[in-house]
């Protein structure tokens, strides 16, 4: 019954930002951490970003630190990631995961290309 749903996927240029979005529901979402992964074509899935349950502590790739930014409102049962200064690299499927439940996110594709 636990259900990810993720939004806000799409084409930006090199540069840009783009902010995704996973609304969760099945499960009591404030009391459990989220992460982000990503996958490129013919590529392994890679681990983007994890945010505790309250939000106080996140981690990053080292390729993405310091340009993206995990956060969540427990209230709205919902994870973000803010990407900015996106690179051609970073184009990849992205996925909301929840790990206590092995649950994944349909997926959203990020394309950044001029």
């Known amino acids: 019954q636990v259900q990810l749903v993720e939004s806000g996927g799409g084409l930006v240029q090199p540069g840009g930002s783009l902010r995704l979005s996973c609304a969760a529901s099945g499960f009591f979402f404030s009391s459990y951490t989220m992460r982000w992964y990503r996958q490129a074509p013919g590529k392994e899935r890679e681990l983007v970003a994890a945010i505790t349950s309250a939000g106080d502590s996140t981690n990053y790739a080292d390729s993405v630190k310091g340009r993206f930014t995990a956060s969540r409102d427990n209230a709205k049962k919902s994870v973000y990631l803010q990407m900015n200064s996106l690179r051609p690299e970073d184009t990849a499927v992205y996925y909301c995961?929840?790990?206590?439940?092995?649950?994944w996110g349909q997926g959203t594709q990020v394309t950044v290309s001029s």
């Open positions: 995961y929840a790990p206590h439940f092995a649950s």
